[in-house]
C-alpha cells in the first residue's frame, strides 16, 4: 500500500518530500491549500513562514483546519499562480499576479482558532 502522502519514483521508491525549509530556498514561500470537505471546496494562499524549516510540505496540512467549515480533510499543493509570477519576472518581485490573490499569514492575518 503506497502512503499518498509520499512521492514515489519510477521503480516506486519513496521520495522523500521537499521541506519548508528546500522550498523557501528556491524561493517558495507559499502554499496552496485546498478543503476535501463536502460541499465545501474552500481553498486558500498561505504563507508557509510559520512553519519550521524541517517540516515535509505535505505534512503542512496536519496544522491546518479549514478556516470555512473546521473540517481537517485539507489538502495542499504548490503555489503555481505564485511559481508562474516568480518565472515570468525573473529575480525581482513577482508580478502577473491577479488583483484577488491574497496570501493568508501575509495579507491577510490568520483565522484565530
Ligand atoms: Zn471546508
Known amino acids: 500500500m503506497r502512503n499518498p502522502r509520499c512521492a514515489y519514483d519510477a ?3 519513496e521520495i522523500a518530500p ?3 525549509g528546500f ?3 528556491q524561493g517558495e514561500t507559499t502554499a496552496a ?3 476535501h ?3 465545501c471546496g474552500h481553498h486558500a494562499v498561505i504563507s508557509t513562514d510559520r512553519f519550521p524549516a524541517d517540516l515535509p510540505f505535505p505534512d503542512i496540512v496536519l496544522r491546518l483546519r479549514c478556516s470555512a467549515c473546521g473540517s481537517r480533510a485539507v489538502g495542499v499543493m504548490k503555489d503555481m499562480a505564485a511559481y508562474y509570477a516568480r518565472c515570468i519576472s525573473g529575480a525581482g518581485p513577482a508580478t502577473g499576479l491577479p488583483p484577488s490573490y491574497q496570501v493568508i499569514g501575509r495579507d491577510v492575518p490568520w483565522p484565530v482558532r
Do not use: K, S
Open 11 to 13: 521503480e516506486g521508491q
Open 33 to 35: 491549500v485546498y478543503c
Open 23 to 25: 522550498l523557501r530556498e
Open 37 to 39: 470537505a463536502r460541499d
Open 18 to 20: 521537499p521541506t519548508i
